[in-house]
């Protein structure tokens, strides 16, 4: 593919400076960038490494003197990071998946394919699944009877969609993701020695886990319009209702979402997250990877949690969290830094003892 | 599918009042269930619900007036969780595979394929693999050479059985599910840093970690009866002996089994549950979403982990954990309320100094 | 496969005792050895058990009398785990793979097969994607369009490769691994709540998250020679670089690689690790299971991070570390020692307050 600096700074709806004619191929580095490529040097850092590089054309940071950096043409704009979104999807290529079906899939009479989709080698689509208009699905991709997909999907290799999941439009899904698997979920015939150490954190423990019983999943997943789904990333199907994602929601690789979760929308999920069964996450929530939900319980809306945070309880809308067991995130970043000061802290403890109580020695 | 109310009570063992020849054609949460749902109503807080979906019968709790409730048909249970199992398992369809072999599945013609099977399309069945009665297999799957699954199996989509691997009976395996990976087990010529820094806790660190040298699988793994196994969940093969699953276990989505280890009987191991190479854990223990558990180490039968744990020891029978690392879970609920009167503690500790030793400055 | 003693000896340049020609088929632990079997007796521990099994020959500890044991012949190794990758690399079968390219495969006419390969069946290999020689690909693998892979590598089913990925030689690769996912990175407009949130530490929250905008990832992924990936693990490409894994890395089962990310040579990530977007991790660095990286960050050479290690911040070189948040790993033991004594140590603060300053309340 190729572009002119033009064209670029055109899709950005920024200012081009210079000779906006110049072609490039393709985006790179300023320090390793070719003679055909658009640097990005958004911030001033960048500015020795246009010199290292060969580029004619670049995009500038907000105040930046293009001449005088020795460049032929430059795209200036106000947020770099914002303004990566533009560059990258007017020069992403997106995967190769040949136009119409393959003569390799293997689709169901009763499926109904929607106009103008691609769908790859090796693929196959179950019973009356429908899949809308623009759709490509790569190799691999497996979608099982009744499911429902929106328009202008785009499935990479080897995603596993299950019976009755209905996804909207726009949706972007990960190699090797799974969506729609059962629900982890087993009972005993009595309460479990599990139900009763939840229940008093862990001081009666007479209960015994006899035999688990399955808990059959016939509920499905919601998927709203909009969302992207990692690689290898797992939401399991609900026991009556729907697990559901909301609209313009993110999850990020190997994300597990059990049955019953409802994530709501415009909220990012980051690598690795777990969410136990029938937990609420709000709409704009931001969890940082590794970030662990208990079950059962309602993380708020606009609530930040940084990585490796074990949310364990109720979180209030709003809230930035840190740490296992969540606390504030400032909250926790002092209790870290005062673990380190317990040593000293048992010594000023010794000594006070000695010095006042006559009783020096400790545990 | 259409069941009749007595029906269902029948399969659960349960008491029927009313209308007991009402048809349903699916389980739904009380508001939103139309009229010919089953709204399940175990407990009380779901009286209202009824009231706003259309339902003309429920399952119901122990003592519930379903007359007064506006119903022409009840199912009466005394442990509403526990039939939860009966119902869900009455009404699930099961995924929609075509009995027999698919015409686009690969089997090897050395491979044993029990009666009553059915094989999906892109199915991929090596050399003297046995397949026993009545399992069904989704798309996507390979089972490798010489590989043997029991009867009545459900294998979902994608799923790899690596070869030589046995599983028992009325197996269940979520989509992408991976068992017979190799270990990851590497060794230097010399003792290595990470040899040196277990041994002595991070204080002696002159060791070098020269090039990592494989030490392959030569082991499988096996799997008792009455298994089920999580989506993209991974199971690595043993060493010499094989790694082993015990009968009536559960493992949620995203778990990963180490090279060499032996998960018990009737456990449940839930979603990104890690255990590392060599540990044993025993029967009936529960470890929820995101515990890790140490290499070479025992977690003994009836262990209860809370979220999140980091199991780094050995842990005896019965224990009740929580926390990184475990420590009883009341202990570590403790701790965590500790920290937040660390400030308080710090000042505490200061005020005293001046007051007794002259010495007010700290840290 | 059989083997005589001799052989081998003779593969891990080890001395031989006795009855060099005894023929054994593979290799077990002392107890559970049948005469065909080479026991592996390499520490003392296993002596009682060489009595239990029936194995004529065994792998003997250093100073081990194999006459005294009742051995017919004995190979005597000075490093008994180093013996165990010779030993175990003889004796490995591999997966079986047809040699050849399956008829149920699909290679597109553009790409470039090498010389002795063995592609399974259902294999999809896209336009211009390089394969070398002697490289075995198991079955449901993909390679998208322009990937290159090196010579003799091994790569077991349905594993992902995406678009322009680079790969070196002897490449082994576990079933399900995706390389090549598109990157987790969006941005809003305006700066984001979770932008203001990292900044501050949490203390000013007035910033929302809007609409979220996909960055693309242009760049892809390179990975060195002698690279071992686990199984279900993902690697996402880069935005504009690519992201890379050094020579002679390894990583296991579930691990996460974000975008941007550089992993060194001779490193090893261990299960379930998650190393966030942009972060570089230097060479012969061990990362135990579950061990969380955050984004943008180094960790240098020879680090060594126990399990679930949450390393938040830059990390110098050949530091030994644990902990939540990392901390050295002597430091996190007398932490989490310490935090035992805190019910202990309040009562102490207590009763000093109250001799000293005649104030016993605390909060």
Chains 1, 2, 3 share one sequence.
């Not at 689509?125 to 759709?135: E, Q, V």
């Not at 479990?192 to 009666?204: F, H, I, N, P, W």
């Not at 400032?330 to 403890?349: C, E, F, G, H, S």
Request: net charge negative; hydrophobic share 45%.
């Amino acid at each position: 593919m190729t572009f002119t600096v033009g064209q670029i700074a055109a899709a950005l709806e920024a200012e081009v400076f210079g000779a906006a004619d110049i072609v490039v191929t393709g985006a790179s580095e300023p320090a390793s960038a070719k003679a055909d490529h658009l640097a990005l040097a958004m911030t001033p850092e960048f500015a020795d490494g246009l010199a290292q590089g060969s580029a004619r054309a670049a995009v500038l940071w907000d105040g930046a003197d293009w001449q005088a950096l020795g460049l032929e043409a430059a795209i200036v704009v106000p947020r770099p990071r914002y303004a990566m979104s533009g560059i990258t999807r007017v020069m992403d290529p997106g995967p190769d998946i040949a136009p119409g079906i393959s003569p390799m899939a293997s689709v169901d009479p009763s499926a109904e394919i929607g106009e103008n989709t691609a769908i790859g080698p090796m693929v196959v689509i179950g019973p009356r699944a429908k899949i809308g208009a623009n759709t490509r699905i790569a190799s691999h991709v497996s979608i099982a009877e009744d499911a429902v997909i929106g328009d202008d999907a785009l499935i990479h290799a080897g995603v596993r969609i299950g019976a009755r999941v209905q996804i909207g439009d726009r949706f972007i899904c990960q190699p090797g993701a799974v969506i729609g698997s059962d629900g982890f979920s087993f009972v005993t015939p009595e309460k479990s020695r599990v139900e009763e150490a939840r229940k008093s954190l862990g001081t009666e423990t007479e209960a015994v886990n006899a035999e688990w019983t399955r808990i059959h999943s016939l509920g499905t997943v919601t998927i709203g319009d909009d969302v992207e789904i990692g690689a290898n990333t797992c939401i399991d199907r609900g026991t009556i209702r729907a697990t559901s994602v909301g609209h313009r929601t993110k999850l990020d690789n190997l994300v597990h979402i059990g049955h019953n979760v409802e994530v709501g929308c415009d909220t990012l999920l980051c690598g690795q997250v777990g969410v136990a069964g029938s937990t609420r996450i709000g709409d704009r929530v931001v969890l940082g990877g590794q970030v662990g939900v208990s079950d059962n319980i309602f993380v708020g809306d606009d609530v930040v949690a940084g990585g490796a945070t074990k949310i364990m309880t109720k979180t209030p809308a709003g809230r930035v969290i840190l740490g296992y067991p969540a606390m504030k995130m400032d909250q926790y970043v002092t209790a870290a830094r005062n673990w380190r000061r317990m040593p000293k802290m048992l010594d000023d403890i010794n000594a006070l003892k000695k010095a006042v109580l006559k009783d020096g020695e400790d545990d």
